[in-house]
């Protein structure tokens, strides 16, 4: 049976290192016991790695089962009226579903590219507005003061989700202390190799916080999750050498694919979002790929993105030789 390359999902490529792997395996002796509950370890850890400029405290965190319950959570609190700029992750709209509650979806492609421009009169109007840094697909960053226009401009609730931070060290967690309308959304999956165990922050002020504790499940993040996220966050320093290796493979990729004459958007993350220039094209490379055994994640179609991307397909940055066997399909 034919090995299939799977670049679709964008979750991180490379196992997790030797050494918290070997931490790991000691946690499963004692899978019989349930989770701690307040995730406390867990909590001071994270503020830890936060760093001392930030300041946080426990009460400033909650942890969820996934960043998808965390969106969720987040969702069924502030939720109403969601504000949504396609395209990006499509799991904003689909939890608004979820609740019965109505997303706005509004299209930020200009000319081709992603520029974040949301009307006033929808910000004043949206109970909560979702913003992806970098965003997911199109990998662009966000300037800082386009943030912080939205933050002051908006009457409800501020969600930026920061899921692919520790590629890119833009944040606005800062800010989180004096705006009271401001989540910051984070995960494990991209970064830190763990997403089977399905790991997801937020972070806001306490009372904020508070809101989201009382509707969690009891036990929602499963114990070797929890001690999982204590482990990884002690390894920062290998995880580092990890993301930058990934960002080298991811840019090497996209100047490869420049030179074949396709254009590609910026490489912010551990995915590259590839325009074929044309819809037709698109779909013959991405059945082309496929019959090499190369799962992609193309832009059309109402399972994928929010928002129409009917040229484009996002490619996971996998290891390099896993890179140049798709850069060979797409010159064939």
């Known amino acids: ?23 790991l395996r000691r ?45 969720d959570l987040v969702t069924r609190v502030w939720g109403g009226v969601n504000l949504i700029p396609a395209p990006t992750f499509n799991q904003y709209s689909r939890a608004a579903m979820r609740s019965n509650q ?6 930020m492609l200009r000319h081709g590219r992603y520029e974040l421009n949301f009307d006033s009169k929808d910000l004043r109007r949206a109970t ?16 800082r003061r386009k943030i912080e226009s939205i933050i002051e401009s908006s009457e409800g609730m501020v969600a930026v989700d920061e899921c692919y931070f520790e ?15 401001l989540i910051v959304l984070r ?25 989201i504790e009382k509707i ?46 396709f254009r590609t958007f910026p490489v912010n993350a551990n995915f590259v979002l590839v325009d074929f ?17 190369i799962k992609t994640y193309p832009g059309w179609g109402e399972e994928d993105f929010e928002g129409n991307l009917s040229r484009h397909i996002r490619f996971a940055i996998g290891a390099e030789e896993k890179m140049k066997l798709v850069i060979s399909v797409l010159k064939s």
Not at 167 to 181: F, G, Q, W
Not at 242 to 259: N, P, S, T
Request: charged share 30%; net charge neutral; aromatic share 8%.
């Open 277 to 293: 220039l044309s819809e037709n094209k698109a779909r013959e490379i991405f059945l082309k790929l496929e019959k090499n055994g």
């Open 167 to 181: 590629y890119t060290r833009e944040t606005v967690a800062d800010l989180v202390k004096e705006c009271e309308n």
């Open 128 to 143: 909560l507005v979702w913003v992806c840094n970098p965003n997911n697909p199109t990998g662009d960053l966000i300037p």
């Open 102 to 107: 109505r997303a706005v979806s509004v299209n």
């Open 216 to 261: 969690r499940q009891p036990f929602n993040v499963n114990r070797l999750a929890e001690k999982a996220g204590v482990i990884v966050l002690r390894h920062k320093g290998e995880y580092e050498k990890i993301w930058q290796k990934v960002l080298k493979i991811g840019k090497e990729f996209a100047a490869e694919v420049e030179r074949i004459g």
């Open 27 to 71: 946690e499963l002796s004692k899978i019989n016991l349930y989770p701690s509950g307040d995730y406390l370890e867990l909590k001071k850890a994270y503020c830890d790695y936060l760093g001392p400029e930030l300041a946080m405290q426990p009460e400033n965190l909650v942890f969820g089962n996934g960043l998808d319950e965390v969106i």
């Open 187 to 211: 995960s494990f999956s991209k970064n830190f190799g763990i997403a089977g165990l399905r790991l997801g922050v937020a972070i806001s002020r306490p009372e904020n916080i508070e809101k």
């Open 1 to 23: 049976m034919r090995e299939i390359l799977d670049l679709g999902v964008a979750d991180l490529k490379f196992l997790p290192p030797a050494t918290v792997l070997r931490e």
